[in-house]
């Protein structure tokens, strides 16, 4: 499946990132990749939401940063 969407930039992944980071180290129980697609801009979560390209759900902080990654432009 695939989608016309903007790819995120180099600078919207670090911030993503960061954010998404700080809040998994300050709310018990939140997941990484929870954080991430709650961070992830409208013109993404909504189109993204449940389909493969969705890390809403995943538990593996590793797989939850790749699928971030494959959301970005080529850096």
Same mark, same amino acid.
């Given at each position: %499946?695939?989608?016309? &969407?903007?790819?995120?930039? +180099?600078?919207? &992944?670090?911030?993503?990132?960061? +954010?998404?980071?700080?809040? &998994? ?18 013109? %993404?979560?909504r189109i993204y939401n449940g389909t493969d390209k969705d890390m809403y759900h995943i538990k593996d902080d590793d797989l939850a940063v790749t @699928? ?6 080529? @850096?």
């Amino acid at each position: %499946m695939t989608f016309d &969407v903007e790819p995120l930039t +180099k600078q919207e &992944v670090q911030d993503i990132l960061l +954010k998404s980071s700080l809040e &998994v180290t300050t709310i018990a129980g939140y997941r990484l990749g929870q954080a991430i697609y709650n961070n992830l801009p409208d013109r %993404m979560c909504r189109i993204y939401n449940g389909t493969d390209k969705d890390m809403y759900h995943i538990k593996d902080d590793d797989l939850a940063v790749t @699928m971030l990654l494959n959301l970005a432009e080529p @850096m």
